[in-house]
């Protein structure tokens, strides 16, 4: 298809705007970190560093950020494991059901957070508080484990695809155990689409709130839902805009590794 | 050549072990495979989805607002026959088209420009640049959008004091701001797929830009689009948090089903009501699996 240089010139213009769209918002939470204004005038009427040093100290905050690195941790070392189980079974085999796998896996991602908190609340309410597991980090990884398995999938799927079986055959006809073969054959292979699994899943966990506020406990708080509780408190707000901060610029580095670790990056997947 | 040696000699050993027993037995090891997703997705997840189905069947409670647990249709029925929800119901639908169709327009060209026309180097970077905000935390981007629709705000300061206000309309603009990336990437990767040799023989055929992306394009991306729209549909259909912060006294399902399990403590209620959401999704991913829209997820 030959454009005219005045449609090229258009869509370029359209997707800049359109980067500049997505941006906009995040450099006013910036911004606004160093606004002196407690209120968010805009223009900002002067700069200051204070809200960072209040940040530094505020431990509701610091607590929130280390319960949200437990239950990632927590949430990412499951998702790996069930994540690259179910995706050699589906990409090495050919069994009946395998579509039905592969939709379950997609299915908590693709239904919406509030019917995932509301059915995992249900249970965690009427089969395991009964069994002694109360509200608390254990639920809110297992609920963010859910979720994040499709992410592992996905990227460790994509990678099996694109390397093949040859090498894994190759290796068990030079007479290789499987447990040598997967030591020095397929876990090579895989080992970077894992690294940027693990982080994308680990960046979802950070990030949830619906899923969290129906399987945490009120002493245990995730970052988001700190950030949530102190949203609308004049006297925190300026501190919840310097994590925003710091969080918008702290997502570049899972973004960016997991693109350089990943597969080709116009697989587009998330 | 010791280290050969070893190995081979080794190797014999082995074979009588555990390796040997799972090389032979494909089925063994591929049910060891899915055993544990399986039972991850199946019991917890399919069957919290199960739970929810009975506990909406349960009541509460009028006195001292416990769970009796006796089968009863009288939730459902309140649900379903009730005027309230379904408007609330249909408005919840409305936004979720509404963001999905303004995603999908938004995403064509930027996705377009993106794959066909713009550099390697620059779609490495487009494509991070579209990625990160979505790891940017969602709260604070809903914050960012409640800001700039303040009375007193960029928004307002930049259109001399016209703004939508807290609203319907705020909502709809944040839900599809913030939904974005996840239509664009889909849709992108569709590109991808999409040979520029199709283009081009549209092009040497005879077919000017406006027919090559009426009867080539759009046609081939279609899944894509369908693909992105899974998640545009899905997650607005299940947001209250973006509605509470920038929507005023808007409500939507999802705030409807909040309130009631945490505001009201009446669980049974609540997944009655999950059950409407549910039922609208299930719907559009069955709509949608004929597109082969899954693929693409």
Redesign the interface.
């Known amino acids: 298809?030959?454009?005219?240089p005045g449609?090229?010139w258009t869509?370029?213009v359209?997707?800049w705007l359109?980067?500049l769209?997505?941006?906009?918002?995040?450099v006013?939470?910036i911004m606004?970190s160093f606004n002196k204004s407690r209120t968010?005038?805009?223009?900002p009427t002067g700069v200051t560093l204070k809200w960072w040093h209040a940040a530094s100290q505020s431990s509701g905050a610091l607590d929130a950020l280390w319960t949200s690195v437990k239950a990632g941790l927590g949430a990412t070392a499951?998702a790996v494991?069930?994540?690259t189980?179910?995706a050699?079974?589906v990409q090495r085999?050919n069994?009946f059901g395998k579509n039905t796998?592969s939709?379950?896996?997609?299915?908590?991602?693709?239904?919406?957070?509030?019917?995932?908190g509301?059915?995992?609340?249900?249970?965690f309410?009427?089969?395991f508080d009964p069994l002694g597991i109360g509200f608390g980090l254990t639920t809110v990884i297992?609920g963010h484990?859910?979720f994040c398995?499709v992410i592992v999938y996905n990227n460790i799927q994509a990678r099996l695809r694109r390397t093949g079986s040859s090498l894994v055959e190759a290796s068990?006809d030079l007479?290789?155990?499987?447990?040598q073969t997967f030591r020095f054959v397929t876990f090579p292979m895989i080992r970077t689409a894992l690294v940027a699994g693990a982080l994308?899943a680990f960046?979802?966990s950070f990030?949830e709130?619906?899923v969290t506020?129906?399987t945490s406990s009120p002493d245990v708080q995730t970052l988001?839902l700190w950030?949530?509780a102190n949203?609308f408190r004049p006297n925190q707000a300026p501190i919840?805009d310097v994590v925003?901060a710091v969080?918008?610029v702290l997502?570049?580095v899972?973004?960016?590794l997991s693109?350089r670790l990943g597969d080709d990056?116009?697989?587009?997947?998330? | 050549m010791a280290g050969a040696q070893e190995l081979t000699a080794a190797a014999p050993r082995n074979r009588g072990s555990l390796s040997a027993f799972f090389a032979t037995k494909r089925r063994t090891r591929l049910a060891i495979l899915l055993s544990a997703p399986m039972l991850w997705l199946v019991v917890a997840y399919l069957g919290s989805l199960g739970v929810m189905f009975v506990s909406a069947l349960w009541t509460t409670d009028s006195f001292t607002g416990n769970v009796v647990k006796t089968v009863s249709g009288d939730n459902l029925h309140a649900v379903y026959t009730s005027p309230v929800y379904w408007r609330v119901a249909w408005r919840t639908v409305e936004a979720a088209i509404a963001v999905t169709v303004i995603d999908a327009i938004i995403a064509l060209p930027v996705a377009f420009y993106m794959s066909k026309i713009a550099s390697r180097r620059t779609r490495l970077f487009m494509v991070v640049a579209v990625l990160t905000p979505l790891w940017a935390s969602y709260l604070v981007k809903a914050y960012a959008w409640r800001t700039l629709l303040a009375p007193d705000g960029p928004v307002s300061w930049a259109f001399a004091g016209h703004t939508p206000g807290y609203g319907f309309t705020a909502t709809v603009i944040t839900l599809a701001y913030l939904w974005l990336p996840f239509m664009v990437l889909p849709v992108f990767a569709g590109f991808e797929r999409l040979p520029n040799g199709l283009l081009e023989a549209s092009s040497d055929l005879g077919a000017k830009p406006a027919r090559t992306i009426r009867s080539v394009v759009l046609p081939m991306v279609f899944p894509a689009v369908a693909a992105g729209s899974i998640f545009t549909f899905s997650l607005t259909l299940g947001d209250y948090i973006a509605v509470g912060i920038v929507g005023g006294k808007t409500q939507f399902l999802a705030n409807v089903i909040y309130g009631q399990l945490i505001t009201a403590n009446n669980q049974p209620l609540a997944a009655a009501l999950a059950t409407m959401p549910l039922i609208a999704i299930v719907l559009y991913l069955l709509a949608m699996r004929r597109t082969g829209a899954l693929e693409n997820v």
């Open positions: 298809m030959r454009l005219s449609l090229r869509l370029r359209i997707t359109v980067l769209f997505l941006y906009a918002p995040l006013i939470v606004n968010f005038a805009f223009p499951i494991v069930l994540g189980m179910a050699f079974a085999y069994f796998v939709f379950l896996v997609i299915l908590p991602i693709a239904l919406p957070g509030i019917i995932t509301i059915a995992l609340n249900a249970t309410r009427t089969v297992i484990a859910t398995i068990s007479g290789a155990t499987g447990w994308l960046g979802l990030d709130i619906v506020t129906f988001p950030i949530f949203l919840v925003a969080l918008i997502a570049v899972p973004v960016w693109q990056p116009s697989s587009g997947r998330i």
